[in-house]
């Protein structure tokens, strides 16, 4: 059993950065992919990122996100962190931090996933 807790969630303003935090607690964390998923007000919950575990550590991101979020892991410290920059409204949303096993053509899917945070909110406005 795993159980996640995000934090970091706010409000920023258009063009600004935050980062969000995932600390798992329960065992074997280094086996997991760790995922970051998010859903805004009215839609679906869509892929985010993820970072694949059990030494893999590849990375892969979502189309709209590329080159303005950065994943990482510390296995060390059970964490798992989404830096992300250049933020806009349409990134607004409730954001969760998942851990599962998904073979990799699932990576991008929830049912991937076994285990999911409550999720943190970020809200950019002006």
């Known amino acids: 059993q795993v159980q996640l807790v995000e934090s970091g969630g706010g409000s920023v303003q258009p063009g600004g950065s935050l980062t969000l935090s995932c600390v798992a607690s329960g065992s074997s964390f280094r086996r997991y992919t760790l995922g970051w998923f998010r859903q805004a007000p009215g839609k679906e919950r869509e892929f985010v990122g993820a970072?694949?575990?059990?030494?893999?550590?590849?990375?892969h991101y979502a189309d709209s996100v590329k080159a303005r979020f950065t994943i990482s892991r510390d296995n060390a410290k059970n964490t798992v962190t989404l830096k992300m920059n250049s933020l806009n409204s349409e990134d607004t949303a409730l954001y969760y931090c998942a851990a599962g096993q998904p073979i990799l053509s699932m990576i991008r899917s929830e049912s991937g996933y076994y285990y999911w945070g409550q999720g943190t909110q970020v809200t950019v406005s002006s």
């Open positions: 970072v694949r575990g059990s030494g893999g550590n590849t990375y």
